[in-house]
């Protein structure tokens, strides 16, 4: 392929269908026959907040019209809105549109294969993403002029990009987020607007548009998966595997202009190359360029980093692409006054016509650094065979007959991120377990994604810089909470078949569904809360064993823990026919494991109808939200109980629960946040006449600090550690101080119904820098961290020592009621599988100590 001419300069090109100057260069005319966004949407870009179906209607239209231009939907919202993207190139590029796509995957699973001369063929690949934050709303404005700027505009300039690039546009990556936000700000303008940034349109209301429907931050779920937008996402970008992955966002920051990466420099994760951060680099005088023309103010190499790698502009830098970040100042309405500038106003069609420039630069970046890109990719996946030989690490080992939903859920994101996983072959023995063959999976470090599967399963506590712009560490087997090894040999003799296909099973009925004494469920699987609440639903009453079992079933004897479901056949308002209908889908709904017993009596203590079980209460839930509350918090605990447990959570909303009738609520969750608006003693009252409520990271010191507990807290006094310092040192110093998100160790009580399901220890996750001491109420403390706690993340030296012997989770009594403080946060990011169960007990079994 060979390139001539520019793609923009100041010249008199033809102009944009938009208000604002862009400078133009190499397009003649724009084409009548595609139409213009106006003609879809019924406004001019910039003048209105354009709603989600509105933008698919006109790439729709665009490329219904277009010859060189198609859209495909890759995946639907929780709130069914269509998630699309564009893919233009030129008609001959469109004609082999799927050869160009395999050749360009070659470059990821067979490197070594492709020459250089075929390189100088090839098209660069480039993904334009937008709108992953819903309220930053000039993102899908910003796209669709790009769109109609590619699919309308003539001229050599436009022929010879679209010869040389295919271009993937991706207009809105979260619509339920955009369309929460544009409808507040459309809703709330008048004919005239107001730049008034205290007037209403200018102040969403809790819990705001950035989130997707379960007030999710999307731009962190690029590797977790947790949500249908990011794992479409995902799928499209590893069926393209782009060159360049561009990701366009606002920022409210005050005091700034319009940011692109590269980020800080010394923030940038080590396993992602130098060359990676040249490219960005060199990108990056693309867009000083066209900025500069427009005598637009930017920056670069501060406050954003590239350490992360659940983030648009990181998950591609590990992956042989490279991600970059742009930020734009936000209007966050039509127009709004700009702090200390003079009165000066920051439109919100100029913000649009920044996105819109930078999204121009990085097409012109990427084509003219075109052979530079794709050699790069292809020599990253060419490495790994070098890579492999250095590396200690070969392979890795995860158990399954422990957690086997866990393993599964595991394996089943790794494979979407193109990770080849295979059935151990034999026995490997680790210095902590041994894993059995049919019971563990093996990952080899040998093949394409090898960086990617470094960075998601090992352990890292050596950083160069003290601080992220997010989480310190995620590593993955802590996270899902499953038995895992490192492999420093050779791993083919260990390797299987490999692993295709997904679905989640080990659940299975083992004895007599006739049975007039019962069932018992063993508790511990992952899904074992949704079966609870399947049976409890269906008002099934249920009783929790306190003790270990021995229950006899399909003349085979079965040991069980603590926590085990008692089903008896006697029921009140449920038939023996009804209930066995509903016990035998059990394993295969919920993956859990259920027996039928044929006598009451078993051979050692407890006996079926033992009084260390306890009856349980069907849970009616309700969840602080609103303002003050942690929107993120508050979504997890939302998306668990919806999404995987099946249940419904009542969203009560912190200003209401003064007027409302709390009795209707057996459990109360306060997920964190600031909750100075509610007064406690409606809550101490509440939990004293039974209730059960459950705190969760600031949520939980809320409850502590307005007596429901009695723990001491403990923090580093920052004001005298850093006393005589200078001014320009206390931000750096702040930070090296500061848990962003730490995976910590904790020793567990798990005799305590709150622990059931659980071994000695449990990895949890940590980003609060305050600690609490032990109660000192008698087994009341479930988990406290030892001696260095700390197994991957950041964390000083001094935050280390203070966290000795602090505890993790308490649970106590208040009167008639439960108190049970989590201040680590078992759902975080709906990726910790590991700890949701030490919270669904709790929601659970709360009653019952």
């Not at 709004?336 to 930078?358: C, D």
């Not at 049919?438 to 093949?447: F, H, K, L, T």
């Not at 079965?558 to 006697?570: A, N, Q």
């Amino acid at each position: 392929m060979v390139l001539t001419g520019a793609f923009f300069c100041t010249g008199s090109a033809q102009q944009l269908p938009f208000s604002e100057y862009i400078p133009l260069q190499g397009v003649e005319w724009y084409d009548e026959s595609i139409p213009k966004p106006e003609d879809i949407i019924g406004h001019r870009i910039g003048t209105r907040h354009t709603e989600s179906l509105q933008a698919v209607k006109y790439f729709r239209a665009v490329t219904e019209a277009s010859d060189i231009a198609a859209m495909y939907e890759y995946a639907r919202s929780y709130q069914n809105r269509p998630l699309v993207y564009a893919v233009v190139t030129s008609r001959e590029n469109h004609n082999r549109l799927e050869e160009i796509r395999e050749q360009n995957v070659r470059l990821t699973t067979d490197a070594a294969s492709v020459t250089n001369e075929e390189l100088e063929d090839m098209p660069v690949i480039v993904y334009l993403g937008y709108n992953v934050h819903g309220r930053e709303a000039s993102c899908t404005e910003a796209a669709m002029l790009i769109l109609y700027h590619l699919t309308a505009g003539r001229g050599e300039g436009i022929e010879t990009l679209l010869e040389n690039t295919v271009v993937l546009i991706d207009p809105n990556m979260n619509p339920d987020g955009r369309d929460r936000f544009v409808n507040w700000v459309n809703m709330n303008r008048g004919g005239v607007h107001t730049t008034d940034t205290q007037d209403r349109e200018h102040n969403e209301p809790w819990p705001g548009g950035r989130g997707n429907h379960y007030w999710f931050d999307l731009n962190r779920d690029y590797f977790p998966l947790a949500h249908p937008e990011s794992r479409g996402k995902v799928d499209v970008y590893q069926k393209w595997r782009p060159q360049v992955f561009a990701d366009f966002h606002e920022t409210g920051r005050p005091h700034t202009s319009h940011f692109f990466q590269p980020g800080i420099p010394e923030r940038t994760h080590p396993l992602t190359p130098e060359i990676n951060q040249e490219l960005t680099m060199a990108i990056a005088g693309y867009h000083a360029d066209i900025h500069d023309k427009m005598r637009q103010p930017f920056w670069t190499r501060e406050i954003y980093d590239d350490f992360y790698y659940g983030k648009g502009s990181t998950y591609p830098d590990v992956q042989g692409t490279v991600g970059i970040l742009y930020e734009q100042r936000s209007s966050r309405a039509l127009e709004a006054e700009m702090e200390n500038y003079h009165h000066e106003t920051l439109h919100f069609k100029r913000t649009v016509r920044n996105q819109t420039a930078s999204s121009l630069s990085t097409l012109q970046g990427s084509m003219e650094l075109r052979l530079e890109l794709l050699k790069y990719q292809r020599d990253f996946f060419a490495g790994a065979s070098d890579r492999f030989r250095d590396y200690e690490v070969k392979a890795y080992v995860v158990d399954r007959s422990e957690y086997p939903n866990r393993a599964q859920a595991l394996v089943d994101n790794l494979r979407r991120h193109r990770v080849r996983i295979f059935e151990l072959e034999r026995r490997y023995e680790s210095e902590e377990r041994t894993f059995e063959p049919g019971e563990a999976y093996i990952i080899p470090m040998n093949q394409p994604q090898q960086q990617f599967i470094r960075a998601m399963m090992e352990k890292r506590t050596e950083f160069p810089a003290e601080t992220s712009h997010d989480v310190s560490t995620w590593t993955m087997p802590l996270t899902f909470g499953t038995p895992y090894a490192e492999i420093r040999r050779d791993p083919v003799p260990f390797t299987g078949n490999e692993v295709t296909g997904f679905g989640f099973s080990g659940g299975e009925f083992t004895g007599t569904l006739e049975t007039n004494v019962g069932y018992v469920m063993e508790w511990g699987r992952y899904f074992s809360p949704r079966a609870l609440y399947r049976l409890q639903d269906a008002g099934v009453v249920t009783r929790v064993m306190h003790e270990e079992m021995t229950v006899p079933a399909g003349g085979e004897m079965y040991e069980l823990g603590r926590g085990s479901i008692i089903i008896p056949v006697d029921q009140p308002v449920v038939t023996p026919q009804e209930l066995r209908e509903i016990v035998k889908k059990l394993p295969e709904k919920d993956h859990v494991r259920v027996f039928g017993v044929e006598r009451g009596l078993f051979p050692a203590h407890p006996d079926f109808g033992s009084p260390s079980s306890h009856v349980l209460d069907k849970p009616r839930v309700a969840l602080l939200t609103g303002r003050g509350a942690s929107s993120y918090n508050a979504g997890e605990v939302r998306h668990l109980l919806n999404e995987r447990y099946k249940m419904p959570v009542t969203q009560l909303e912190i200003d209401m629960a003064a007027n409302a009738d709390l009795d209707r609520y057996n459990v109360i969750v306060v997920a964190g946040g600031s909750y100075g608006g509610l007064d406690p003693d409606i809550v101490k009252e509440w939990v004293r006449r039974g209730g059960t409520v459950i705190g969760i990271e600031t949520g939980a010191s809320w409850l502590n600090e307005n007596g429901l507990a009695n723990l001491e807290p403990y923090s580093l006094d920052l004001d005298e550690m850093f006393l005589d310092y200078s001014y320009a040192e206390q931000g750096a110093l702040y930070f090296s101080q500061n848990i962003e998100g730490s995976i910590f160790e904790a020793r567990i009580d798990n005799s305590h119904p709150v622990a059931y399901g659980y071994g000695s220890t449990v990895p949890v996750f940590r980003s609060m820098n305050t600690f609490y001491g032990k109660s000192r109420e008698r087994g009341t403390n479930i988990a406290v961290y030892g001696k260095d706690p700390l197994l991957s993340g950041f964390l000083s030296d001094e935050l280390n020592a203070l966290a000795e012997d602090k505890v993790s989770i308490v649970a106590r009594r208040e009167g008639r009621g439960r108190v049970i403080l989590m201040f680590d946060n078992p759902n975080f990011r709906s990726h910790w599988h590991g700890t949701n169960l030490l919270f669904a007990n709790s929601i659970f079994f709360g009653q019952t100590f």
